[in-house]
């Protein structure tokens, strides 16, 4: 079984700013995680994921396991961050049409 190794280092990230109990995460607010400082959005996802887990009482499973591409039931990382609308990357200019 591969080891979430990125939901590792999630992890410890939340230990060392106090986040040390799974009431301490799963009471975790926005205000919170914006404190963290966490700019890539694919740590942001791991962290959403992780949050998920703790709640769910599944955070060893979470952990221990590595992406899985053949899991149905939960998007990829990536696919979390797709369709973003506020994603710069997928933003584009509207095409400049006036209305005479």
């Known amino acids: 079984m591969a080891k979430n190794t990125r939901g590792l280092r999630i992890l410890t990230r939340l230990i060392d700013a106090g986040y040390d109990t799974e009431k301490a995460i799963a009471g975790m607010t926005l205000d919170d995680i914006i404190a963290l400082e966490i700019a890539n959005k694919n740590d942001m996802a791991v962290l959403n994921e992780l949050i998920k887990s703790v709640k769910a009482n599944r955070v060893v499973t979470f952990l221990a396991s ?35």
């Open 66 to 100: 590595g992406p899985d591409p053949e899991r149905k039931d939960a998007p990829s990382q990536d696919a979390a961050l797709e369709g973003d609308e506020n994603n710069e990357e997928t933003q584009s200019n509207p095409p400049y049409d006036p209305v005479c």
